[in-house]
């Protein structure tokens, strides 16, 4: 051989010298991997760990030659050393190990390893191929796994459970198991998102927007951060930095369905609806989505919005085929035969994506019903999201009426914003005094903070004036009597003014408070002024039967109430002749 072969090869009157270095043996040996020379291959492999002893991705590529020559236990021994000597944050060794040892039939080890994987290794890039061999050494080992925690998938169950809360209208909770879940992984990038998602349904816009900002900090491409930012600055009204990001937004084709369906929803909330028909339709047209109704509703108000109101109709009639018991199909068609007939509708205002009545619709059918709030409405996220909402920024009338839904659906959840609503300085004390009236209604007896007139105070249990030094049982039993037989006759803020009635009344009247020895008939007295004031229809006679007493009491305790409290005066003003 001569010299100039041995160096390198003469070209142009120059030498190319060979770099001999660990990518050099490192190409060598996926070159003979290609052409199925093993033995070169793991010649190879063997010099590169030589030349760079401290990368351990040429220690792994030498455990993976040798387990692929059948040497498992020489393959183990150099994942072994990589993480004692090398890198003890390769945990992906573990699971090499686990392979070794489950062809070795060595199940007990390789379980071992593959535990020690899944509880250490916080990316799980092989963690759908574990939890195949985990059923694997189920089997032959004849009992269940030891597997305590996966690390790759902490926090993944507790935001499952709080994105299900959220779905539920549960948004209390969901945000406290969000923010609690996110002071332990604070790069959970979905869940800030849902996080940002459940401050926003329960009317807590600067929360919000400060999520969403803290997701797009750190992960400025992310879709699902853009499109909820995009929609809380429509809340804001912000409409030049809005055209710029929904500009933007409209230019993305995303890939994945979940992505797909996030952009067209948003691109729909925000006006933008030929952008969402295309998406939605996009959607309709892969065989592997999920025709859920809710889809087929999205696609006809996109298109309705478009002024393509036939394909409206028959996408809500596929929506009212596939969920025959939902009575939203059924309304938007009949409202749009309606528009298509000339009677005045939305049309062609938009219409709302939420699959859902419309908000007024639900409070129309609400007082329609009586005040009973349904089962149905509930249990809808989506009604117990604008209850939220409303609850913080709807007019006086909208507030009272969810204090009203509130005291009706009493869970946890009511209470906790329930109680939030006493602590906003700029809410009217009247519907404070509402708000304080329905906890209590709902069994929360225990002190309540208050802020009144920007002071916090502290408001104990009871019906006790602040300016009554005693409150007598007999005086309480006037009171219990009264609303238990109007309690289901009555709405909440009307039961809330026969406490006031009668606490004015005591207070205005004390020390020299009237006998109460005729309950009835002071309980009696108190339902007929409410009822008057509230422009309901009663008689004496009607209140003193319920009673049980007779009318002249009645109409006696009715006298001295408006004697004391001035009812009639008040309602001359509220209601004038004429």
Request: charged share 25%; with cysteine.
């Amino acid at each position: 051989m001569t010299e100039e072969s041995r160096t390198g090869s003469r070209k142009s009157g120059q030498i190319v010298h060979v770099r001999m270095d660990a990518n050099f043996f490192f190409e060598r040996a996926v070159s003979a991997l290609e052409r199925l020379q093993y033995d070169k291959a793991l010649k190879y492999f063997r010099k590169a760990v030589e030349y760079e002893p401290g990368n351990p991705v040429n220690h792994c590529n030498l455990a993976g030659i040798l387990s692929e020559t059948g040497d498992y236990e020489g393959s183990n021994e150099v994942l072994s050393r990589i993480l004692s000597e090398v890198d003890e944050t390769m945990t992906e060794c573990y699971f090499y190990m686990a392979n070794n040892y489950a062809n070795l039939e060595k199940f007990e080890d390789a379980e071992e390893a593959l535990v020690t994987y899944l509880e250490k290794d916080a990316d799980g890039q092989f963690l759908a191929e574990a939890e195949e061999m985990m059923e694997l050494l189920q089997y032959e080992l004849n009992r269940p796994a030891k597997v305590g925690r996966i690390k790759s998938l902490q926090g993944q169950t507790e935001h499952d459970q709080a994105r299900s809360l959220l779905e539920r209208g549960e948004f209390t909770a969901a945000v406290k198991q969000l923010e609690k879940l996110l002071q332990e992984q604070p790069d959970f990038l979905a869940a800030r998102n849902n996080l940002a998602l459940g401050y926003y349904y329960m009317g807590m816009f600067k929360e919000a927007m400060a999520a969403i900002e803290d997701v797009l900090r750190r992960d400025p491409g992310n879709l699902h951060g853009l499109c909820n930012l995009a929609v809380f600055i429509q809340h804001d009204g912000n409409q030049e930095d809005l055209q710029v990001l929904s500009d933007h937004l409209a230019g993305i084709v995303p890939f994945h369905q979940e992505h797909v369906f996030k952009l067209a929803t948003t691109m729909g909330i925000l006006g933008r609806h030929e952008a969402a028909y295309g998406h939605f339709k996009r959607l309709l047209k892969d065989d592997e989505v999920n025709f859920d109704p809710c889809l087929f509703h999205y696609a006809a108000v996109a298109a309705y919005n478009i002024g393509r109101y036939q394909e409206a109709e028959g996408l809500w009639k596929q929506a009212a085929k596939r969920d025959p018991e939902s009575e939203v199909p059924a309304f938007y068609l009949e409202r749009l035969q309606e528009y298509k007939a000339g009677k005045l509708w939305a049309g062609p205002e938009q219409i709302s994506y939420q699959y859902g009545l419309p908000f007024e619709e639900q409070l129309r059918k609400w007082e329609k019903w009586g005040g009973g709030l349904p089962d149905q409405m509930k249990q809808d996220p989506l009604v117990r999201s604008s209850f939220f909402w409303g609850l913080r920024h709807g007019d006086a009338r909208t507030k009272l009426q969810i204090i009203e839904a509130f005291s009706q659906i009493a869970d946890s959840e009511v209470l906790e914003a329930l109680r939030a609503f006493l602590m906003e300085p700029e809410e009217e004390k009247y519907l404070k005094d509402i708000a304080l009236f329905a906890l209590r209604s709902l069994g929360v007896n225990d002190p309540l903070p208050i802020v009144l007139e920007g002071k916090t105070e502290t408001v104990g249990p009871g019906y006790v004036s602040s300016r009554l030094p005693v409150w007598k049982p007999e005086w309480q039993a006037v009171l219990d009597e009264a609303k238990r037989r109007m309690a289901k006759r009555y709405n909440l803020m009307q039961l809330h003014d026969v406490e006031t009635l009668w606490v004015e009344f005591i207070t205005l009247s004390y020390p020299d408070v009237p006998s109460v020895s005729h309950l009835g008939g002071w309980a009696a007295a108190l339902e007929y002024l409410t009822a008057k004031l509230h422009r309901r229809r009663i008689t004496f006679e009607e209140a003193a039967k319920r009673y049980g007493v007779s009318v002249s009491t009645a109409s006696r305790c009715t006298k001295r109430l408006d004697e004391v409290c001035g009812i009639k005066e008040k309602m001359n003003a509220m209601f004038p002749s004429g």
